[in-house]
């Protein structure tokens, strides 16, 4: 549960008032959230249903139902989340961590899936890179090279740019769209637009079975352990360098491009 707790309250900046104490309610027990009925809730907390739905939606999800559905989910699950505080870790253990995802993330790589994505790049008459907050360097550093290989290719820092991007790109375009939640609403918000436009979409998602999962046409997952100190989020974004440095050395060479 900690786990969805800290994806949830990434959201609390673009909720009202009203749906943040819905939010907090949830948070604060889940237990009696998963038993609830919408109507209960909303005579409870004083609070409308539609209220309550429309934050549902803002937090990614389709519903209130759907959004009960993942809390129940995660209160299964509890006991086998990760989520690591750094503050006490050694310099050796950082290392091995960071290791281990790697590790992982190459392990989780299919080359038919690596050869898929390269030829969304090869078709793709321009690619546009989707990320915010920590994921946004990555796209810029990706979409840099793509750009020195002669490839049309935009990474924007402007999330109401990028919103107006994302509703103009066409099926001959490609999306490349990097989150480690999968569930950052401006994220959900392009990849909707660009479903919409019938625009190929690769994701590049840290947690499995995210919304932003089943809105995209292919994803590679990266391995990345939550890692907080204290409250600052020191998640890595290295293994998704590492996908996408070995997706565009695929792409060079499948181009035959020399330089």
Known sequence: ??????????????????????????????????????DSISKRLFISTATISRCCKQLGFEGFQQFKYAVAQALENNESETIMDVRTESLTHQVQRIQTEIEKTLARLSEEKLNQATNYLIKSQAIEFFGVGASLPTCMEASRKLTFAGKTS????????????????T????????????????????????????????????????SLEKLSTLTMTAAVTNCYYGEIDMSSRIPFNVLLELLILNYLKASGIER
């Open 171 to 210: 099926k001959k375009d490609l999306a490349i769209i990097i989150s480690y939640s999968g569930e950052t609403p401006h994220v959900l918000a392009y990849a909707k637009a660009l479903k919409a436009n019938k625009v190929p979409v690769l994701a590049l998602i840290g947690c499995e079975n995210s």
């Open 1 to 38: 549960m900690n786990i969805l707790v800290k994806k949830l309250e990434q959201h609390k900046g673009h909720l009202s008032q009203l749906e943040t104490t819905f939010l907090n309610d949830v948070i604060a027990s889940p237990e009696l959230f998963v038993k609830s009925t919408i």
């Open 154 to 169: 935009s990474a924007r820092g402007d999330w109401d740019e990028l919103d107006i991007v994302a509703r103009n790109l």
